[in-house]
């Protein structure tokens, strides 16, 4: 289509990025769809061998195609690489939208938003694309499929409830069909060296939106299935912790030695402006025929921090490089962990909209809107707990899931609070410690306020509720005397350099919290 568009207008073409640019202006949207910025694509794009994009027999794929940012960035790049292997313009343009560049769209609209931002026509076979496809579509595809629901309600493929997803064609079903076949080799019926994306995060759960299930593991497993050459894709952080149906996912991710480079934003608002994703972001590359250590760089609070680490050392991933001597120095006490005496979940069997009474009765119930009362007869489970010191904590976590506050520290626990005798707590806390002397639990609640049993904490913790697991580096101490921050940097012979590190990610905090009772 060479005689539809001017030279001057396509050499400009892909060599411009316009400022501003309508994919960054996208991205900075507040949007369901996570659109990736220009910039971020290519740091993902330079973590790649750089003459992958001098070959003319590159294939590359985005298998969920939102704004067709990637597939763009990727063919600036193949434009200028290919000048001395095929010189003419519009041949080289022609080769590579034809036979290098290939996107599976999410949704009917993206597909359209895609072709216009890689053909400069939402129509492949219109005299206004770069370059003439003789189909629509060109080589971004868009399949509207159903679920696949068993007789559970479920989706076989994604797990999506047949309540929220049995939809009329005047909806989206979000039935993706990268992760919804048995055969996703023969979508495009060819072998891909590059396999890039920001994949799909989670599909609403059960429960008028309140959880939501994620999806995205599904996109890199089903790519690492087709064994490309590299695989890179923008994801949640979450899997670092599993939980949620990540569990196996983190397991196989922490043991592939294949993941070569693993780029980590604490605060998913240094990658993507407009959201708030609890827990951070993070972008990885596959290497298939070159396993080998990672290279890890985390990014908090403009600190940017590079380490080449094995990152099945420990059941979860520790994201600051800088905390790895100091769990290193506390493990080897070989000590008893926190995580073998928090209690289970909800002790007392109690609703955390359980408020009891405001009349006096022989039990006193904290919860999350303050105090009441309650008759013993009510309390459905943990009995034998009532008539000891309990030290509480709430269940989630004082962020919003694991996001610093503006200074780039963490409290990390909300309320803490020492329960006497005859004294009981909904669901909206976590017993950690039990036992019958009132200067155990004291000393306990104190050393739970220490930055230095927080720190460790947050290591386990990408997600906004707490759970047993998560203290699983904390060590017990000898609660007969009670413990400061300074008596546990010597104990653990910390140096000053792992101090300050502590001190600059944890702020001060006391007995109490955003609820006294």
């Not at 609403?204 to 087709?226: C, R």
Request: with cysteine; net charge negative.
């Amino acid at each position: 289509m060479a005689d539809n568009i001017s030279t001057g207008i396509l050499s400009g073409l892909y060599e411009k990025v316009y400022n501003p640019d309508v994919l960054s202006c996208l991205a900075n949207l507040s949007s369901d769809e996570v659109f990736t910025p220009p910039e971020i694509v290519n740091k993902m794009l330079d973590m790649l061998p750089q003459e992958l994009f001098s070959s003319p027999d590159t294939k590359f794929l985005d298998p969920a195609v939102k704004t067709g940012v990637y597939l763009r960035e990727i063919a600036k790049r193949l434009i200028k690489g290919l000048e001395t292997v095929i010189p003419d313009r519009q041949q080289r343009i022609d080769h590579i939208f034809k036979n290098q560049l290939y996107g599976i769209a999410i949704t009917e609209l993206t597909s359209l938003l895609s072709r216009r931002s890689l053909y400069c026509s939402k129509y492949a076979d219109s005299a206004f694309s770069v370059t003439h496809f003789e189909n629509s579509d060109g080589n971004i595809r868009f399949k509207r499929i159903p679920h696949s629901f068993d007789k559970s309600g479920r989706c076989i493929f994604c797990g999506a409830s047949e309540t929220q997803y049995d939809r009329g064609e005047e909806r989206e079903y979000y039935a993706y069909e990268w992760i919804h076949t048995l055969h996703p080799e023969e979508i495009f019926g060819m072998k891909f060296d590059v396999i890039i994306s920001n994949p799909p995060y989670q599909l609403n759960d059960e429960g008028n939106g309140a959880s939501a299930k994620p999806i995205y593991q599904y996109f890199v497993e089903t790519a690492k299935n087709l064994k490309p050459r590299f695989l890179t894709m923008i994801i949640p952080a979450r899997w670092y912790a599993g939980g949620k149906g990540l569990d196996e996912f983190r397991k196989t991710m922490l043991e592939d030695k294949r993941i070569v480079r693993i780029v980590d934003y604490v605060n998913a608002k240094d990658c993507f402006s407009s959201i708030n994703l609890g827990g951070g972001i993070c972008y990885f590359l596959w290497d298939r025929d070159n396993p080998n250590k990672c290279q890890y760089t985390n990014i908090h609070d403009s600190v940017v921090s590079t380490e080449t680490r094995t990152l099945n050392e420990f059941p979860v991933f520790v994201r600051y490089n800088e905390a790895i001597s100091i769990i290193h120095k506390v493990i080897s006490q070989k000590e008893r962990t926190v995580s073998e005496v928090v209690g289970s979940r909800n002790p007392f069997g109690l609703s955390s909209f359980e408020r009891g009474t405001k009349e006096p009765q022989e039990i006193k119930l904290f919860s999350s809107g303050g105090t009441g009362y309650i008759p013993v007869d009510d309390i459905p489970q943990g009995l034998n707990l009532i008539n000891k010191y309990k030290v509480i904590i709430s269940k989630v976590t004082s962020e919003h899931a694991g996001e610093p506050d503006k200074s780039g520290m963490f409290t990390v626990i909300s309320t803490t609070k020492v329960l006497l005798p005859k004294e009981v707590c909904t669901d909206s806390y976590i017993i950690l410690y039990t036992t019958d002397s009132k200067l155990e639990a004291d000393n306990f609640a104190k050393y739970v306020c220490t930055k230095f049993f927080r720190f460790l904490l947050l290591q386990s913790v990408s997600s906004i509720n707490l759970s047993k697991d998560k203290f699983q580096f904390v060590p017990m101490q000898n609660f007969n005397t009670d413990w400061s921050d300074n008596q546990l940097y010597a104990k653990y012979n910390l140096t000053q350099i792992e101090i300050d590190f502590i001190e600059s990610m944890i702020k001060e905090k006391l007995l109490g919290g955003d609820n006294n009772g």
